[in-house]
């Protein structure tokens, strides 16, 4: 069984990092003045951290090329993640800050939504389309793999199911998402939390350096990035390490991925409850679909809200623009928050089953999830051209 005990901090920390609900909207919080007030210092530094990434990437080249040095074309989404980290694990956040931090996902989906003005719905359906199959082939397989690996690591059923939810559909936001409905236990979900986190910093520094010694290109990378990777700020930061064009393409998989988290919750629930191990869930089709519905993640329907609009050109080129430069900085932000929000110590203090768990997780996933890629882009030549 688990070799840590039910950690409320980091599972309240956790259910900020990628779920549906951020700092603005918990639940029974209203948005008072000084609420919002409290949200300012955090974002501010939010703001000062993406802006010195940004600054680093031009003072780096800036050095390399009066040195005549040959460097590595490093981009502001590391500098700001590595600047991050590094306040983080030394100096340590003032608890002033936390609440502003807390809103990285916030700006991720405002980020999201706002990328939509950059894609046309024939791209997003065609791209959307070859991603869910691939989606469901890795989610299957990958999930199969992660059962048995918790299985033989002598861990509870339930523990397993969040662990495979979480690593098959969408980070924490599938774990936090799967708890009630399946009646996890605290410690289960603290476990597998640990796991996940752990899973994307992991996957943050590894996949690019892999995509490029693999040579993939950028829509391989972008499929790559958005099939394997859990969180969606993670999956956003990989995909923009790589390229502009892989962080688009990492951003719209990992939609369509998120899109599944209710019927995959759903499955789950269904599992346990007939196991009499959970709450039954209420008969009919409609009360099905509602569950689905309140687990959807509602700003993908932004995204593609947007992208319609950009398809029938009620948004003009200068509107377009503007709301690219939006997507650029609330990215900013995010890469900013995936770093300050990254504590390596805190994830260390949970004990070493969540990082082998991690790591068999990411293996299993980054594995399958590249088979897949490379097999339909360069044997059924899917995506080719994209």
């Not at 990328?115 to 990958?142: E, H, N, P, W, Y």
């Not at 690996?149 to 523990?159: C, D, E, H, I, Q």
Request: aromatic share 10%; net charge positive.
């Amino acid at each position: 069984m688990s070799d840590i005990t039910a950690n409320p901090e980091l599972t309240a920390t956790a259910a900020e990092n990628d779920g549906e609900d951020t700092a603005f909207d918990e639940p029974g919080a209203p948005l008072t003045l000084t609420r919002l007030l409290s949200f300012v210092p955090g974002v501010l530094l939010l703001v000062a951290v993406g802006l010195l990434g940004k600054y680093a990437e031009i003072w780096w080249l800036k050095l390399a090329k009066h040195e005549h040095w040959t460097v590595p074309d490093i981009e502001y989404v590391l500098w700001a993640i590595l600047i991050g980290l590094l306040i983080t694990n030394t100096v340590g956040l003032h608890p002033i800050f936390k609440p502003g931090i807390g809103t990285y996902e916030f700006w991720l989906k405002i980020g999201i939504i706002a990328l939509g003005a950059r894609f046309v719905l024939g791209d997003v359906a065609k791209l959307g389309g070859t991603s869910f199959v691939q989606i469901l082939v890795d989610m299957t397989v990958s999930g199969a793999i992660i059962l048995l690996v918790a299985r033989k690591l002598g861990l509870s059923g339930k523990l397993g199911s969040l662990l495979a939810i979480g690593t098959a559909i969408c980070g924490v936001s599938a774990i936090i998402a799967g708890k009630g409905a399946i009646r996890a236990r605290n410690s289960d979900v603290s476990y597998a939390i640990a796991a996940i986190l752990a899973l994307g910093a992991v996957a943050l520094f590894a996949l690019p350096p892999l995509g490029h010694a693999l040579g993939l290109s950028d829509h391989e990378f972008g499929l790559w990035a958005g099939l394997a990777v859990d969180n969606t700020a993670e999956t956003t930061a990989t995909g923009y390490l790589y390229s502009d064009a892989a962080g688009k393409v990492a951003v719209l998989v990992k939609s369509t991925r998120n899109a599944l988290i209710g019927f995959v919750v759903l499955g789950f629930a269904a599992y346990w409850a007939g196991r009499g191990e959970a709450d039954a869930l209420a008969p009919g089709l409609r009360a099905k679909a509602a569950f689905v519905w309140a687990k959807f993640p509602k700003f993908v329907l932004g995204f593609l809200a947007v992208s319609a609009l950009a398809t029938v050109h009620w948004l003009n080129k200068a509107q377009v623009a503007n709301l690219g430069a939006v997507s650029r900085w609330a990215f900013l932000l995010t890469f900013a928050g995936v770093g300050l929000n990254t504590n390596i110590r805190e994830l260390a203090r949970t004990g070493w089953r969540p990082l082998v768990v991690a790591v068999a997780g990411l293996v299993t996933v980054a594995v399958v999830s590249l088979a897949l890629v490379l097999f339909t882009s360069r044997v059924l030549h899917w995506g080719v051209g994209n």
